[in-house]
């Protein structure tokens, strides 16, 4: 087949990376068109578009404030039709009532001004300008939600010593989600209001443990998203410890819960003791391989995200003694053999395909358990592994999310390794979430529903059948309809677990082997007695209550918005009071010099 590759620079030209990514779908959807790449010019993308064979001689005039749309299409015609979509389409006619006055403000500054009640400011510029823009926020008084990854591990530290002195809270860098006040920020889910306060070092665990509670009847205070890194050693959990005294004084919050994948030792140890001073029950989840937490009393350890949500609907009820077993349910189990049977003999691997990094610590850890070695992105062993080998991989990890959406706004990046599954004669098994919530794809079921019908036609071909497991990480009342979705991959034959360790725990049966039941220990049974647990790492200097803090949660988010318009979007179909900023890279995309301008100001 004849291919023609041409490029458009749209010179000093910005849209956020949803946004081009609707418009590639849209292009890529037209009659004749092969490929479409469609991306800012920075050396690195340019880089990309060359081994992609999208580069040509007309795009390499584009620089790094510069937007480059790529086609690839069958004829020389098709291809100029479909630039001319994209010209069309990112430089849109204004209509009358259109004027300087009513046009979406280009600075924080702009933007106050429109809306000077704001107390939230909500970042997801490239991570290169974020420090800038999130310091700047911090500077007028506004928490920050700070969605952007790729922030310096330094600059992190600067701006939460920064906000102390404020008496405000910075949520990230790397935050995913969060629910104030029953607003949704980021990736969260539509979850009612309830006794349990969230703080969550970790989105998708966040996500997971507040749509298993809202499916047991239990809503959620408030749910603080703090970043992944937060409980790293260096920055000592600061966020998570200043929500953590927070919610202790919210009248609202009865039971709380701590959510991450295995923080630093010394980190862990010094929440465990804080949370044992707090004076309301709390929950510790830190899951993954190497999960560390030392008992105390008021404090339960909960090994999986599924027990963290049981143990905190238990203790909001009082449950004066229980005991949950969540071994695999007897119809999941009879579906899990029926499915074994229909493997080759030579089918043995599991490769795990997660749009969650927590979900995916989660999943590694119980399946090491289970299968022995896996490989995986998340501990760099996929190439210590002996090939062929189990796999699990965090397709939302730094490496797969530079320079495009992640994985829960475009879910499109796991069909190739899926069909690299397919195509694998030793794999059996193939385990994926579905993430559902604002923010997310609108139809992740139906893009993994199409790739699972191409995985499908791959295997059956070779004479084989693919085993697939998903869980749907959703709430009822999520955009995406919960319902709908998980009855379109029953349909395509996927079979669904209620949970992730759930999930861990059905593939495992179908692999002929037995995946350790957890069992939570809870709520009204003895805890243990104070002064029981060992707290052998030195202590971090305290960590004062974030004095505006408290009237974010009691009023809610007013919010400026800075990057994905997508988030704009949520905030105000929620009734949210929100100005998005129109943002461009300062000093036309020239890091270096936005970096000198920064200094200057």
């Excluded at 991306?39 to 340019?46: A, E, F, Q, R, S």
């Excluded at 999130?134 to 920064?162: M, P, T």
């Excluded at 730094?398 to 069909?419: K, N, V, W």
């Excluded at 999520?478 to 991959?489: M, N, V, Y």
Aim: aromatic share 4%; net charge negative.
């Amino acid at each position: 087949m004849q291919t023609h590759v041409r490029c458009l620079v749209l010179f000093s030209m910005y849209r956020d990376s949803v946004w081009l990514m609707h418009l590639s779908y849209t292009l890529e959807s037209m009659p004749g068109v092969q490929r479409v790449a469609v991306m800012m010019g920075t050396p690195h993308n340019k880089a990309l578009l060359q081994d992609a064979g999208l580069l040509t001689a007309e795009g390499e005039a584009g620089g790094a404030n510069d937007l480059l749309v790529c086609v690839q299409a069958d004829t020389p015609a098709i291809a100029a039709e479909a630039l001319q979509q994209a010209t069309a389409r990112m430089t849109p006619q204004q209509g009358a009532g259109a004027t300087a006055r009513t046009a979406a403000p280009r600075t924080l500054e702009t933007a106050l001004r429109r809306l000077p009640e704001a107390n939230l400011a909500c970042i997801s510029v490239p991570g290169e300008y974020a420090v800038h823009e999130a310091r700047k926020a911090l500077q007028h008084g506004l928490h920050v939600f700070l969605f952007s990854a790729h922030v310096d591990l330094a600059a992190e530290i600067a701006l939460k010593n920064l906000a102390a002195e404020q008496g405000l809270l910075v949520m990230g860098p790397d935050c995913g989600t969060a629910i104030l006040h029953g607003i949704p920020l980021g990736f969260a889910n539509q979850i009612p209001r309830g006794p349990v306060g969230l703080i969550a070092a970790s989105g998708t665990g966040l996500q997971q443990v507040s749509c298993l509670l809202a499916g047991q009847g239990v809503g959620v205070s408030q749910a603080i998203g703090v970043g992944g890194r937060d409980v790293h050693e260096r920055i000592g959990g600061h966020s998570m410890r200043a929500a953590l005294r927070t919610l202790a004084q919210d009248a609202d919050t009865r039971v709380l819960v701590l959510i991450a994948k295995p923080p630093a030792p010394r980190v862990a140890a010094q929440l465990t003791r804080e949370a044992a001073q707090m004076g309301k029950p709390c929950v510790l989840a830190f899951v993954g391989e190497h999960a560390l937490t030392a008992e105390s009393a008021g404090v339960y350890p909960a090994t999986t995200l599924e027990e963290a949500a049981l143990l905190a609907r238990a203790l909001v009820h009082g449950t004066p003694a229980w005991s949950a077993s969540v071994a695999l349910p007897a119809s999941l189990a009879t579906e899990a053999q029926a499915a074994s049977t229909a493997l080759q003999p030579g089918q043995r691997l599991l490769h795990a395909l997660y749009c969650g990094g927590t979900l995916a610590h989660e999943a590694l850890g119980l399946l090491r358990r289970a299968l022995g070695r896996v490989g995986s992105n998340l501990d760099d062993t996929l190439g210590a592994a002996p090939q062929p080998a189990h796999m699990v991989l965090d397709l939302g990890a730094e490496e797969f999310t530079q320079g495009r959406p992640h994985p829960m706004i475009d879910p499109s990046a796991r069909r190739p390794y899926l069909l690299e599954a397919a195509a694998n004669p030793a794999v059996a098994v193939v385990l994926v979430d579905v993430m559902l919530g604002w923010g997310a794809h609108p139809d992740p079921a139906g893009l993994l529903a199409a790739a699972w019908r191409e995985a499908q036609a791959v295997a059956s071909a070779a004479g084989r059948t693919l085993v697939g497991i998903a869980h749907v990480c959703g709430a009822l009342d999520d955009p995406q309809d919960f319902a709908q979705q998980c009855q379109l991959l029953r349909e395509h034959g996927l079979l669904l677990a209620d949970s992730n360790a759930q999930a861990v725990r059905l593939a495992s049966a179908v692999l002929g082997v037995h995946a350790p039941d957890s069992t939570a220990q809870g709520a009204g049974l003895e805890s243990p007695a104070p002064g029981t647990a060992a707290f052998p790492q030195e202590p971090y200097p305290p960590v004062g209550l974030p004095s505006r803090l408290p009237e974010l949660l009691r009023t809610g988010p007013r919010v400026v918005n800075l990057g994905l318009e997508l988030f704009a979007t949520q905030l105000a179909a929620h009734g949210t009071p929100v100005v998005h900023v129109d943002w461009r890279p300062p000093a036309g995309g020239d890091a270096r010099l936005a970096s000198l301008l920064a200094r200057l100001q």
